[in-house]
Antibody
């Protein structure tokens, strides 16, 4: 069964740091680009960051660029999001998600999602 | 950045109704458009990718169409489990962007 399980969420003060993780199973992790998407309470979905299968290329939303770092360890089938200089507006459920390969082409549609991990930034 | 605008923001409908949700991109995205369904407290679920391809396991009452800047998601005959929030998402160019969501409520 293809599965993604996030962990590492919690409460942190403004200006603090947190690392969330996403453990993948049931597929060849290194073959797929992965992404983080967040959802603030009562709000819509916001894309945060993506990383290619090899980890060579990374992409960020402007709202997190310079503060968040996406990475992956293909030997551990794990995706990470290091979040520094956290702000109140970063409070959200953070989901990791798996992209697709269609006709041997990467497609940035997200076919598998984790259950999410809550990050709360508050003093 | 590409802005994705969904309409309507909310819609009320009854079981058995046909419902259409539209999504407009601020610039052309060819067919790199996906649709998701999200229920309260749950992760989103992929319904449609590349504008019109039905994700495995998704009922055939869901369909997508469009290309360029204008896209639609159609539910041909609403079922009770379809009342949820729907999002479009463009995957053509970074940053990836989502529509603001359409809440489908029971009339």
């Amino acid at each position: 069964e293809v599965q993604l399980v996030e962990s590492g969420g919690g409460s942190v003060q403004p200006g603090g740091a947190l690392r969330v993780s996403c453990a993948a199973s049931g597929f060849t992790f290194s073959s797929y680009a992965m992404t983080w998407v967040r959802q603030a309470p009562g709000r819509g979905l916001e894309w945060v960051s993506a990383i290619t299968g090899s980890g060579d290329s990374t992409y960020y939303a402007d709202s997190v660029k310079g503060r968040f770092t996406i990475s992956r360890d293909n030997s551990k089938n794990t995706l990470y999001l290091q979040m520094n200089s956290l702000r109140a507006e970063d409070t959200a459920v953070y989901y990791c998600a798996k992209t697709m390969i269609v006709n041997r082409q990467w497609v940035y549609a997200f076919e598998i999602w984790g259950q999410g991990t809550m990050v709360t930034v508050s003093s | 950045d590409i802005q994705m605008t969904q309409s309507p923001s909310s819609v009320s409908a009854s079981v058995g109704d046909r419902v259409t949700i539209t999504c407009r991109a601020s610039q052309g995205i060819t067919r790199w458009l996906a649709w998701y369904q999200q229920k309260p407290g749950k992760a989103p679920q992929l319904l449609i990718y590349t504008a019109s391809s039905l994700q495995s396991g998704v009922p055939s009452r869901f369909s997508g169409s469009g290309s360029g800047t204008d896209f639609t998601l159609t539910i041909s005959s609403l079922q009770p489990e379809d009342f949820a929030t729907y999002y479009c998402q463009q995957g053509n160019i970074f940053p990836i962007t989502f529509g603001q969501g359409t809440r489908l409520e029971m009339k």
